[in-house]
Nanobody, 126 residues
Framework: VYLMDSGGDSVQGGGSLRLSCEVT????????MAWFRQVPGKEPESVAT???????AIADSVKGRFTISKDNARNIMYLQMNSLKPEDTGMYTC?????????????????????WGSGTQVTVSS
């Protein structure tokens, strides 16, 4: 299983970006996927998750501004980020795992995920 994340860029505050995470090597869609954000010196935080049934969870810090979605036909997950703020700056990395029990996806932590992308940098200037 291989995850390739992309779409990061440098933008001004108030701008928008769409991150993508393409999954290859796994054809089933019944897995949990997530976007994590990390800044230097801090632990990665879960920004958004999407489960195999399409249910989603969004962190309070980005609720109303970020949307997570998945195109099952193309095996690509997206993170649409609007109204970006400087505090959204960080390395965004997608993760996936096919083995969570039902309902666990929104609670999943970094150590729970088996597969990871390499990360894409988002920088928001004020």
């Amino acid at each position: 299983v291989y995850l390739m994340d992309s779409g990061g860029d440098s933008v001004q505050g108030g701008g928008s970006l769409r991150l993508s995470c393409e999954v290859t090597g796994y054809t089933r869609h019944s897995y949990c996927m997530a976007w994590f954000r990390q800044v230097p010196g801090k632990e990665p935080e879960s920004v958004a998750t999407i489960d195999g049934d399409g249910s989603t969870a969004i962190a309070d810090s980005v609720k109303g501004r970020f949307t997570i979605s998945k195109d099952n036909a193309r095996n690509i997950m997206y993170l649409q980020m609007n109204s970006l703020k400087p505090e959204d700056t960080g390395m965004y990395t997608c993760a996936a795992d096919p083995n969570f029990r039902p309902g666990y996806c929104p609670q999943a932590r970094v150590r729970d995920f088996s597969y990871w992308g390499s990360g894409t940098q988002v920088t928001v200037s004020s």
